[in-house]
Each structure stands twice: as structure tokens, then as C-alpha cells.
């Protein structure tokens, strides 16, 4: 191999290497953002409760029945709770306030577990109460009537959605405050609001009581308590 066969080699080495590193040299040359172009933003979250007195009522009564059929037992039940009913329309309740919530037929075993001795018969109904002050009444005139059964009362508000958009609208204020204080102590003052999420139910749990409605002598003596509506939202604001 002569002189000039060894440098044309080398030359097509070179350029080889050369072309190899060209699109890695182009790559450093590019610009990469540096932190002045990044947005600059600030994320706080907020939570704000609302308590409210319950203006609305839930109670479940019902009749248990038993008999050795279960034609019987179905007949019985049928009977009071018609009973029942009455008596609570008597009260100045509307049909539309009741409305049958649970309604089953079993039957009854013997201590062996395989012969059947009679049926049970059970109806609940719903009974929605506007005025709390005649929760105790109505229960005493059911029981009078012939319920013997019952789930309690729920407590709730009407007008939920009132209490859900004044918490939620807090919730956000608290949020604000906060991010002000964080924005002020970089420097900074809050720009245009970038998310809004919300984090919690806005709706009230009811609030369940529990009572005896065959123990009842007279009235129950029924004290609403306080429903509280929490919420928390997450918000981000930009910084300028």
C-alpha cells in the first residue's frame, strides 16, 4: 500500500468521525428554557364547614306480624299498617309524605331447623316530617296505632344545596388568604386562577337517632341536632 492509499483511508476516517458527531454537537447548541421562561404558580388548598339546624325529618315505622301462615301473617300485617297509616294521615300528613320503604314474608323455623312453625310479616314506610316539633306526636300515634317497628329518624336539610354552595364559596376564600400570604412572602402578588378542584363532599350526612318505639309512653322527647357541611377545594393561581 503506497503513501497515497494510506491518506485517502485516513481522510475517509476523519470524515466518517466528523459526521458521526455532528448531530450531538447540534444538539448542545440548541437553548434550554432556563427558569425565568417556566410559569410561575402557587397551589393552596382551603376547607371551610357550614353548620345548619335540620329543617326535615326522616322516620321509618313499620308492623311486625306473625302468624302459622303466611296468608295470615300477610292479612295481619296488612290490617295495621293500614292502621298506621291512618293515624298518620290523620295527623296532617299527605300521601306523598309516606311511601313503603321495605316489605317481606319469612318463614319461621323450629330450634331443629328443619320444620317450618309460621311466618313473619314485615312493612316499613318512610314518613317525610317538615315540622320537627311533631316528630314525637307522630310516633306516639303509630305506636297506638299498631307499629311496632322501626329504623329511627334522619335528620336533613331541605335545602342542602344552599349550605353546599355557601361552604364551598368560603372553602375557595380560605384558599385565596392563604396563597396571598404565600405569594407575599416570595415577592410576588397572585395572577389568574389556573384550576379549581374540589376535594370534598359538599353534602351534609344525615344525621341518624335512634329510639324505642315499644317502649314509647307517650311523646318521645326528639332534639334535632346541628348538621355540618364540610368541603376543601384545591386551587392554583399563577404568580406575577
Not at 87 to 105: I, K, P, Y
Not at 139 to 165: K, M, P, Q, W
Not at 213 to 230: F, I, N
Request: proline share 6%; aromatic share 4%; hydrophobic share 45%.
Amino acid at each position: 500500500m503506497d503513501g497515497r492509499t494510506k491518506w485517502g483511508i485516513a481522510g475517509l476516517v476523519l470524515g466518517l468521525a466528523a459526521a458521526l458527531t455532528l448531530p450531538s454537537i447540534a444538539q448542545t447548541d440548541a437553548p434550554t428554557p432556563g427558569p425565568s421562561d417556566r410559569e410561575r404558580t402557587v397551589t393552596v388548598s382551603g376547607t371551610a364547614t357550614v353548620r345548619s339546624a335540620p329543617d326535615e325529618a326522616v322516620v321509618v315505622l313499620g308492623v311486625r306480624t306473625e302468624a302459622d301462615t303466611a296468608e295470615a301473617a300477610m292479612a295481619e300485617n296488612a290490617e295495621r299498617m293500614g292502621a298506621v297509616i291512618r293515624a298518620l294521615l290523620d295527623q296532617g300528613l299527605r300521601e306523598e309524605d309516606l311511601a313503603t320503604s321495605h316489605l317481606s314474608l319469612y318463614p319461621r323455623y323450629a330450634s331443629s331447623g328443619m320444620n317450618v312453625v309460621g311466618y313473619t310479616a314485615e312493612n316499613q314506610v318512610t314518613v317525610t316530617v317538615g315540622d320537627l316539633g311533631r316528630i314525637g306526636r307522630l310516633i306516639d300515634r303509630a305506636v297506638e296505632a299498631g307499629a311496632n317497628l322501626t329504623s329511627g329518624i334522619t335528620f336533613r336539610l331541605s335545602g342542602e344545596n344552599e349550605a353546599a354552595d355557601a361552604a364551598l364559596a368560603d372553602a375557595v376564600a380560605d384558599a385565596r388568604d392563604k396563597a396571598e400570604l404565600l405569594a407575599a412572602a416570595g415577592g410576588a402578588s397572585l395572577g389568574e386562577v389556573i384550576s379549581i378542584v374540589e376535594a370534598g363532599s359538599p353534602t351534609p350526612p344525615p344525621v341518624y337517632y335512634d329510639y324505642a318505639v315499644a317502649e314509647a309512653a307517650g311523646a318521645p322527647p326528639v332534639l334535632p341536632p346541628e348538621l355540618e357541611t364540610r368541603v376543601s377545594v384545591t386551587v392554583t393561581w399563577t404568580l406575577r
